[in-house]
């Protein structure tokens, strides 16, 4: 499910307001490796790994936008690795779910497809 950047901007500043906490825009000088590990690091407690390495792909993405445009000097990523995510395995069916696959299927027929000459 993708979230709008302007709702989950909302949200934040909820959740701020919630623990009286003061709502502050970070700044460019903030993005830095260690905050990048740190954030990084956060995210990996509570999601998977795969979620970390898309966060991480994302936000590389947006460092290399900001050096483009020439906000940032240099790309506060540039040392940083992504993050292993392994692979799921794909469920394999055992015998008798394939059996009973196989057994639905049987009684199925499939439409003709009429050739022409």
């Known amino acids: 499910m993708a979230e709008r950047l302007d709702d989950l901007c909302a949200s934040f500043k909820r959740h701020l307001r919630a623990e009286k906490k003061a709502a502050r825009t970070a700044t460019l000088d ?3 490796r260690s905050a990048i590990r740190e954030w990084l690091a ?3 407690e509570t999601r998977q ?3 970390v390495r898309t966060r991480f ?3 590389h993405r947006f460092c290399s936008w900001l050096v483009s445009e020439g906000e940032l000097v240099e790309h506060p990523m ?3 690795t992504a993050p292993a995510a392994a692979d ?3 469920p394999v069916l055992d015998d008798d779910e394939l059996a009973a696959l196989v057994k639905a299927c049987a ?3 499939s439409p003709t ?3 022409r000459p």
């Open 30 to 32: 903030e993005l830095t």
């Open 42 to 44: 956060e995210i990996g």
């Open 49 to 51: 790994a795969s979620t």
């Open 57 to 59: 792909k994302g936000l």
């Open 78 to 80: 540039r040392t940083l």
């Open 88 to 90: 799921k395995p794909v």
């Open 107 to 109: 009684g199925r027929t």
């Open 113 to 115: 497809v009429a050739m």
